[in-house]
């Protein structure tokens, strides 16, 4: 498997394009614990790359599951490298009253923290089911909206959920 990544890392290196890595749950620990180990990400900034990682924060019951994989990404990333999707589609964002913004983890790792995205509650029925759908499907909100698989108000509220996030992060500092 490090092979693979050692691949990886010098494909981000050779070629000038834009990379986005989305490693899911079960690979992130040993993907990121290779990152750390081998200094990729002073390797990459050396070469001239910026290096963004985007952690989410969702509420409900995975609140502390990813509070806890924010704080073990925060110790290890570098000042001003992680992006922060705040996602409330599993519920609020907050604990014993606290939002993200004014809880302990964030607070002693504030340094670490570029900027954040907010991801709002939406209707589970509606927008939540076609983002499940889009999901499902493998698509990108592009791909989705063009699709013949949803319906004219589905894309909407695609649409509509794609131009929000763009918004947010065209107003980023990496933008």
Known sequence: MRSRYDLLTERFLKDDSVFVVDSGATVFLPFWTYIVESD????????GRRVYIHIPISGGEM????????????ETAAENSLVVWINEYFGS??????????????LDNREKVLTSVGIPRRSPDT????????????????????????FVVEKS???RVRSELFRQLEQTPFA
């Open 157 to 159: 509220r695609l649409y």
């Open 40 to 47: 990729v990400i002073a390797v990459l900034r050396e070469a």
């Open 93 to 106: 964002v907050a604990s014993d009253g606290k939002t993200f913004d004014q809880m302990q983890v964030y």
């Open 127 to 150: 927008y939540g089911e076609n983002i499940r759908q889009m999901r499902e499907r493998k698509l990108a909100f592009g791909e989705a909206i063009g699709s013949s698989n949803f």
């Open 63 to 74: 609140l502390n599951d990813t509070l806890l994989g924010f704080r073990t990404l925060a």
